[in-house]
């Protein structure tokens, strides 16, 4: 195992969000980090309501957010090699953010093998204790090799 410093996890961070545009367009933000783990969130926006009437973000944007902050939590594995891309990602829905509230999502590689990691994520609109979504990912993963950084 390599162990990044907070200065190399930070690159990390700031090279895999600018890779991504649609992060932009989301105004996806990184709010913290650390090793296997990474905290983002999403502003509310009437450009990505789902449901005009009631004002609730669409479900297609946290799914794009939890996605982003999981592949960002592989990146920052401190035996992560190369950039990763999502395999599988199952989320459940439990209740729709609050309008006008930005959403949080925390997520962390609890596992990773030779070739995948595997990530749990939650998404929350400032109350941790009442989730707006889950997540469950699996992602492509290659290991550093021994003495390489």
């Known amino acids: ?3 990044l410093s907070q200065k190399q996890r930070e690159k990390v961070a700031e090279q895999f969000i ?3 545009p649609f992060c932009a367009s989301l105004n996806i933000k990184l709010e913290s ?7 983002m969130s999403m502003p509310y926006d009437s450009r990505i309501v789902g449901d ?5 973000v669409h479900g297609g944007a946290v799914s794009a957010l939890m996605d982003t902050c999981c592949g960002l939590a592989v ?3 401190p035996d992560s090699a190369k950039p990763t891309a999502t395999i599988d990602l199952r989320i459940e ?4 953010a609050k309008v006008g509230e930005r959403i949080f999502t925390e997520a ?3 596992n990773a093998t030779r070739t995948v990691a595997f990530v749990r994520a939650v998404a929350h609109d400032g109350d941790e204790k009442k989730p707006v979504a889950s997540a ?4 492509t993963f290659s290991r550093l090799k021994e003495g390489v950084l």
């Open 1 to 3: 195992m390599i162990k």
């Open 136 to 139: 469950t990912g699996a992602f």
């Open 93 to 96: 829905y439990m209740r729709p």
């Open 18 to 20: 600018e890779a991504l």
């Open 52 to 56: 005009p009437e009631t004002g609730v």
């Open 75 to 77: 990146s920052l594995h």
């Open 33 to 39: 980090m650390d090793v296997s783990r990474a905290v």
């Open 108 to 110: 962390h590689v609890y």
